[in-house]
Structures are given as C-alpha cells and as structure tokens.
DNA sequence: GTCTATAGTGTGATAGAC
DNA sequence: GTCTATCACACTATAGAC
C-alpha cells in the first residue's frame, strides 16, 4: 500500500476519505449534493457547497452537469431510488398488522428529516416539475406497500372490515412525516417516538374492534 | 364617500387595496411577511419581495426593522399568535372523542402547508434561536390541548384506558402536519383528507376496543 | 477532464436627500 | 417617515488555458 493518506498513523476526515479516495468525480459530485439536499434543501444549497464537500473544482461540475440543477435532479433520483429499493419489514415474516406496527417502529431520526419529504417544503423544488415527479413517484412506491400490507391484515381478520387501506396507507405515512416535523420543532428526537407509540397503539386497538367485528 | 379608491366602478386589486388603504407602513411590512414565510420560506424571501407586495418602499422597510430577521421574526410572532389564539373545536360542545374528531376533519389546505409546520424545514430558520422558539412554543400549545381532550376521552370511557395522551396528541399532530407533507408531495388536497379519514376511523376503532376493556 | 479567472445578477443593507 | 441611489458581497455560470 503505497503513501497514500491513509498511511498509518494518518488522521483523515471521514468524509474527505470516502469522497476522494473511492469514487469517480461524478459520483463525488452526486454524493455530496445528496447530502446537502438533506441537510440544507435545493434553495440553501450552493455549488460552492457541494465543491467544497466534495474537493471537486468548479470546472468539473460545469463538465459533468449543465448546472446546479442538473446535478440536483441525478443526485435526488440516486436518493429516491435508494430509499426506494430498500427492503422494508412490510416484507418480512410475521403477521400482517406486525409487519406494519415493525415498519412503524423502525429506527428514525427526527430531528435530521425525511430526505424525500424534506423537498415538499422547498418553493424552488415544488416549482420545478421534474424534481416534483421525482418526490411524487418516492411517496407513491412507498404508499403502494403500506397499502399492500394493510390489505392482507384487514383480508386476515386485524384489522376491522371497514378499513380504508389507501386511506390508513397515508395516514400512517402521515404519522412518519409528521413525526419528523414535530421533532424539528422541538429539536429532539422524542415526539418522532411518542408519535409513532401512538400509532402503534392506534393499530393495537383497531386489532381489538376487529376481534369484535 | 368622498373620492377614496373604492368608488364606484373602480376595480381594485384585494391585495393592494388591503395593503394599501387599511394599515399603517408597519403592519403592512409583518403582514406581507407573513405571507411570503407561508408561502416561499424564509431563506427564499426577499426583502425586495416583501417590498413589493406590501407596496412600501425601501427606506420604511429599514426604518421600521433593523433588517430581514427582525422583520420575519415580529410577523412570524403574530402568526403563532393568530393560531393559538383561534379557538378550535376542541373546546366545543360534544363528547371529548367528538370533538377530538371534529378538530381532525377542520378543512385544511393541504397544498398550501402549515404556517408554523414550514418553519421547521428551513435550515436558516432552525439555525435561529429566537425564531425556534416561537415554532417550539406554538407546537407546545397545540400539543397540551389535544392532551387535554385525549384525557377527557379516556376518562369518559371513549378511548382505551392505556392510552397515553401525550403519545397520542403527538401521533394526531403529526397526522395533520404529515397530511401537509403528502399533499404537496402530490399536489392534491386529496392526501390530506384520506390521511385524515383514517386517523378518524382508528379513532373509531379504538372507541369500539375502549368498550371492551 | 480539470484548473483559475471572471462575468452578470441579485442579495441584504446603508447613505443621504427630502 | 419615506424616497432614490448605491454599496459590498455571494451566487450561478462561463471562458479559456492547460
């Protein structure tokens, strides 16, 4: 291993690390612009920024992208088809209402934000379609297996018989999103969880009417 | 009526008319504010925006308010302030889970987003302290009402005798302000309303488990 | 493919006349 | 208290050498 930086003894910033040393400049570029979206959104996010993030020069970015925008929208499809992609426990073994009230509870930290839901808010970004297409298609994979999922624990006697699941589907999507918000607004990460008890609760009662049905 | 521009036959725009004819310099300054945070952001407004829309020019804005921040700051005050202070149908007649449920299905204009919720994706408006504050507080007051009729409603019986009221106040707040989330994320109001009629019917539901207990 | 230099625009804010 | 003129700066983007 010749002298590179991260010889030993070397100190080096993870992040420093991780974009120079093993991606090509356009993913470095996509990387860091990825990051800042979350972290800061469309609008606050300059490509001195993601330059200086990223170590890449100004004449790169201009190189690979025609412009600040352009480097947003591939770096935010990356981000959506990420999240996206990844399996969920909606897919996992156990029961229906399980899987659901598992996914509910899946480790989230609120006060960082909902990389996706973040953009929603952003006036530059709701005014650009195809970004918007982007955020609009994310929410509809997501409500689609929430929606899945909801229908085989209502065909499984958990739910009431009455259930909406496309109304359900947004309600507890609503209820992650919303957790988010509330968590910024107070900074802390507890009324994400108190939110999510709430409606894990919500589910727990709906099982018992449905016992009942 | 002495030759004002409201005569007749004179076609003046809402807007200008408002601004112009009814406030004094100060108060058409917060109000044009607090529309352009509704609507844009903080970071994405402009004093030349907020200039514009009021009709006052840039000599008033600075003698007024020391600059941007302190303008945002007194109109977003007065728009915590108008929330709080609005009554809700929390306070109405009806049984507590009534009224719980009322307050849910209050029309809201999902694609608009929330006043207070907004704030909290605006990385320059977390950043400021003072700012923070006012969202912090406004969700505060919010949440300790809902808390309120949520232990009405157990101790009437209506909801299961386990439920924890604060849990369950954030879960509902977070319906509305994830209700937000989708609806712009779709650009429909119809997410919204579906998020809501679901949170309505596991309401319902667990109403029918608390009459089991 | 990357660099430095620089253009052109809009920002938040101030100066000073009236 | 309000106006117009202007500042210094940061932004997005381009030019052109290497």
Known sequence: MPGGPVGQGARVDLHTFYYNERMDTRTKLT?????LLWERGYAA?????????SGVGQGSLYHHFSGKRDLAVQAFRNTAADMTSAPTPLDDDGSPLERLQRYLQV????????????????????????LMTVV????????????????????????????????????????IQGGYVLARAQGSQEPMDAAIRGAVSLLDAARVAASHD
Request: with cysteine; net charge negative; charged share 25%.
């Open 107 to 130: 480790p989230r930290a609120g006060v960082r934000g909902c990389r996706v839901g973040r953009m929603t808010q952003d006036p530059q970004v709701v005014a650009d379609a195809e």
């Open 31 to 35: 990387e860091a612009m990825a990051e």
């Open 136 to 175: 609009a298609s994310a929410f509809d994979t997501m409500l689609t297996r929430w929606e899945r999922t909801i229908g085989e624990a209502v065909r499984a006697g958990e739910l009431p018989a009455g259930t909406v699941p496309s109304d359900l589907a947004r309600t507890l999507a609503a209820v």
């Open 45 to 53: 996010t300059s490509p001195h920024e993601v330059m200086a993030r």
